[in-house]
T-cell receptor, first 115, second 115 residues
Framework: AQSVTQLDSQVPVFEEAPVELRCNYS??????LFWYVQYPNQGLQLLLK??????LVESINGFEAEFNKSQTSFHLRKPSVHISDTAEYFC?????????????FGKGTKLTVNP | NAGVTQTPKFQVLKTGQSMTLQCAQD?????MYWYRQDPGMGLRLIYY???????DKGEVPNGYNVSRLNKREFSLRLESAAPSQTSVYFC??????????????FGEGSRLTVL
């Protein structure tokens, strides 16, 4: 079974500091990997995804994540965060169950950016 | 462009009462999902509907029923609410067929409290 581990439940940082949100997954087969973001009192939105090809993927707001197959990781990074990046971030992995594929979410990391 | 719309946004129930959460999407998506979100637990799949006319259980289906009314609408029913069902419920949808590339579109959530 697929599982997703987000190693930090909360990450406080100061504005303009770099941040890394860690995600590890368990799988011995090809996977698709995702990061979703949830701003306060909203639903989740897709931030970025890895399907194939280049192992470094980027979002439009400066986040990037690198697929590392040997370490089964997909950590999310940003070199300089803004107050507006305060949100909860979820790593997700596809899981094949029966004849269908479903997303399995990690438990989330709350990023708080302080002035 | 409404996307995924959930009603109601807030609801307070007494133990044993029943209620239905409504979800509608206007993106012509085939697949629809119901998740619950609890602090420190991430998102857990309750039920999903891969296409109109089909529904399947997710990780935590006990105490819930669903109806895929048509392609647009997917409702979640609590027949006899329990305090353990206090949670934030999210409906999501996606285009299905082929590989699950993972981009789910979420509603804004329905916050349910069971006293």
């Amino acid at each position: 079974a697929q599982s997703v581990t987000q190693l930090d439940s909360q990450v406080p940082v100061f504005e303009e500091a770099p941040v890394e949100l860690r995600c590890n997954y368990s799988s011995s087969v090809s996977v698709y990997l995702f990061w979703y973001v949830q701003y306060p009192n909203q639903g989740l939105q897709l931030l970025l995804k890895y399907l194939s090809g280049s192992t470094l993927v980027e979002s439009i707001n400066g986040f990037e994540a690198e697929f590392n197959k040997s370490q089964t990781s997909f950590h999310l990074r940003k070199p300089s965060v803004h107050i507006s990046d305060t949100a909860e971030y979820f790593c997700a992995v596809t899981r094949r169950q029966g004849g269908s594929e479903k997303l399995v979410f990690g438990k989330g990391t709350k990023l708080t950016v302080n002035p | 462009n409404a996307g995924v719309t959930q009603t109601p946004k807030f609801q307070v129930l007494k133990t044993g009462q029943s209620m239905t959460l409504q979800c509608a999407q206007d993106m012509n998506h085939n697949s629809m999902y119901w998740y619950r979100q609890d602090p420190g637990m991430g998102l857990r799949l309750i039920y999903y509907s891969a296409s109109e006319g089909t529904t399947d259980k997710g990780e935590v289906p006990n105490g819930y029923n669903v109806s895929r009314l048509n392609k647009r609408e997917f409702s979640l029913r609590l027949e006899s609410a329990a305090p353990s069902q206090t949670s934030v419920y999210f409906c999501a949808s996606r285009v299905s067929g082929g590989t699950n590339t993972g981009e789910l579109f979420f509603g804004e959530g329905s916050r349910l409290t069971v006293l």
